[in-house]
């Protein structure tokens, strides 16, 4: 299996600047519910995207490489994060499970650090679309993550629920805007996200770690009767 370097800018992906255009569209539309203290970022893709609107103090970005140092405020390994448990009040994971060798053990350490009811966003490739069968061809090959590397959303909804977490919205767009201005980039834009979501190219996820309390239920035991029934009897 090849083994592609986390990029470092969204030009380095296929159809990069359209894909974190639509990307940025779904992220300002989530924005406004988003509140707490601490937002952490990881990889440079993440650290490109922006939350206008939401009501997260502050930003923090965890790079694995040290190529784009001058974004970077702490170099680290995502699946060993230098965090408390329960520290962090948001996270945002644009395509980072995709470049990922142990994309199960980032979600683990995620869910970890996150406080109860703290947000995850998660963006990625779908490896049964067209991106899919991008990815093994020689001259495209170099811009996306290895095929075998890509998460299924369906597969990463169940990871994200064994976790403990709510999927609260998720949003499908294509790769590339083929045949631009006809109607059929419109019938796909409009319809292959909410019908045929298995054929778009990358899926973006907005859910939240849940933690319900579980209040132990006392059996009520009934106090014996003193006297039973049987025990009546008929004074001669």
């Known amino acids: 299996m090849k083994s592609v370097a986390p990029p470092n800018h ?5 159809r990069g600047p359209y894909l974190v ?6 992220l300002a539309q989530w924005a406004p519910s988003l509140f707490g203290f601490n937002l952490l970022t990881v990889d440079a893709l993440s650290a490109a995207c922006s939350l206008p609107g939401s009501r997260l103090l502050h930003s923090v970005n965890l790079s694995q490489t040290q190529c784009y140092a001058d974004t970077v405020d702490i170099i680290g390994q995502a699946t060993a994060m230098p965090f408390a448990p329960g520290s962090l009040d948001a996270c945002l994971l644009a395509h980072v499970l995709d470049f990922s060798a142990h994309p199960h053990a980032i979600l683990r350490e995620v869910e970890t650090v996150l406080r109860d009811d703290g947000w995850l966003i998660i963006s990625g490739f779908n490896p049964y ?3 899919g069968l ?4 020689p001259g495209l090959s170099h811009k996306l993550p290895a095929w075998q590397q890509m998460v299924a959303p369906e597969r990463l909804e169940d990871w994200l629920k064994l ?3 709510e999927v609260l919205e998720r949003d499908y767009f294509g790769l590339t805007p083929l045949f631009e201005g006809s109607l059929l980039r419109a019938w796909r834009q409009q319809l292959v996200p909410h019908y045929c979501p298995s054929f778009a190219a990358v899926y973006v996820m907005l859910a939240r770690k849940r933690r319900y309390p579980l209040t132990p239920i006392r059996q009520t035991i009934r106090p014996q009767a003193v006297l039973q029934p049987e025990m009546a009897r008929q004074k001669l």
Request: glycine share 4%.
């Open 10 to 14: 969204w030009q380095e992906v296929l």
């Open 129 to 131: 679309s067209t991106v």
């Open 134 to 137: 991008a990815s093994f061809l």
């Open 21 to 26: 255009k639509l990307l940025q569209a779904r």
């Open 163 to 165: 976790l403990g977490f």
